[in-house]
């Protein structure tokens, strides 16, 4: 079975997530930024199949679009127009740095470890995969 590889897209740097070969477990794969996205993938996509990139889409508390959603919208047309094959769905992305972080806390790391941005992200990135996993699993995808 193919992988399923979710985005948390940011301005500077882009989380990484990914599902292992049976779609079940969520991971974080690494930290990247938008210019090297291209390099990763083609790297990625050498050595794993993949059916499905999953992007966070950023909304207000109120359901609306945030401003970042333009960014977002250009990563999409861009796999779109690269990765034509791979099917791409957006994913509700709210409170998921918030989620992260206090994920991060919980596991123990120590404070220096936890300002890392690029681990916030992809760890931000398995929550938008988790989540896209479980509504995918209980019918609502």
Same mark, same amino acid.
């Given at each position: 079975?193919?992988?399923?590889?979710?985005?948390?897209?940011?301005?500077?740097?882009?989380?990484?997530?990914? !599902?292992?070969?049976?779609?079940?477990?969520?991971?974080?794969?690494?930290?990247?930024?938008?210019?090297?996205? +291209?390099?990763?993938?083609?790297?990625?996509?050498?050595?794993?199949?993949?059916?499905?990139?999953?992007?966070?889409?950023?909304?207000?508390?109120?359901?609306?679009?945030?401003?970042?959603?333009?960014?977002?919208?250009?990563?999409?047309?861009?796999?779109?127009?690269?990765?034509?094959?791979?099917?791409?769905?957006?994913?509700?992305?709210?409170? !998921?740095?918030?989620?992260?972080? +206090?994920?991060?806390?919980?596991?123990?790391?120590?404070?220096?470890?936890?300002?890392?941005?690029?681990?916030?992200?992809? !760890?931000?990135?398995?929550?938008?995969?988790? !989540?896209?996993?479980?509504?995918?699993?209980?019918?609502?995808?």
């Amino acid at each position: 079975m193919a992988r399923v590889l979710a985005f948390d897209v940011g301005l500077k740097r882009i989380g990484i997530a990914a !599902t292992d070969s049976l779609q079940i477990i969520a991971s974080a794969v690494t930290t990247t930024s938008p210019r090297e996205l +291209h390099t990763f993938l083609q790297d990625y996509l050498k050595k794993n199949e993949v059916e499905t990139f999953v992007l966070g889409k950023p909304m207000q508390m109120n359901g609306s679009d945030s401003e970042s959603m333009k960014l977002v919208v250009q990563v999409q047309e861009w796999l779109q127009k690269n990765y034509p094959d791979i099917e791409i769905c957006l994913m509700d992305e709210r409170l !998921t740095s918030r989620m992260a972080q +206090h994920a991060l806390v919980q596991s123990g790391l120590k404070k220096k470890d936890r300002r890392q941005k690029g681990l916030l992200d992809s !760890t931000a990135a398995t929550l938008i995969l988790q !989540t896209f996993l479980e509504t995918r699993n209980n019918g609502f995808i």
